[in-house]
């Protein structure tokens, strides 16, 4: 299930997509906060990446940001960093406070340019247990991780399927949530080379 959440961050009022898990239990879900580019083919990505996830079992957000979405500001053509970082703050602020979610099992999944930020503010906070990284041909997100304490992982978004399966699996095994998540697909190999203890 898909819902819009809102919140405020700078004074400006943000939009979120929400990917709500479809099984129904009184257990607390797992979460996974996505930052990407929101123009173009990566937004869709995202979307559907946070989709596919939610479908494994995870609360999934995906932030629109006040410079590209439908908020009450109007689309600029620049953005600022700072701003930018500090409203994926306020988004893991939110992720966490939400009924459904797990708040010691928050992931932080960033798609392309949006790996970079997600992780400068994964550095200023302490809410998130761990970092995916997808990322397309010509990133490299992995070059701005330098500073981050917690397990990271890089995947390619070649090919999705199999990108959602390899999170779902290592985001699992990370969290240690093997039971009572939906089974997964097994048709595509998890890749350890890229894990980063």
Known sequence: ??????????????????????????????????EGTMTGATAMVTEHIAHDLSEEGFVCMVLDHAFYGDDESSAQSWESPYKRVEDIKAGLKILSEQATTDRESIVGVGVSVGAEYLARAIHESS??????????????????VGNL?????????????????EISIWVKTLLNRPGNMKPLNKSAPFDWSNYDK
């Open 1 to 34: 299930m898909k819902l819009t959440v809102t919140f405020s961050s700078q004074g400006r009022m943000l939009e979120a997509a929400l990917f709500l898990p479809p099984q129904s239990t009184s257990e607390l879900s797992p979460a996974l906060l996505f």
């Open 127 to 144: 809410v998130c247990k761990g970092f995916v990284m997808v990322q397309g041909p010509f990133d490299d997100a992995q070059n701005h």
């Open 149 to 165: 304490d917690i397990p990271t992982l890089i995947v390619n978004e070649n090919n999705l399927d199999a990108a959602v399966d």
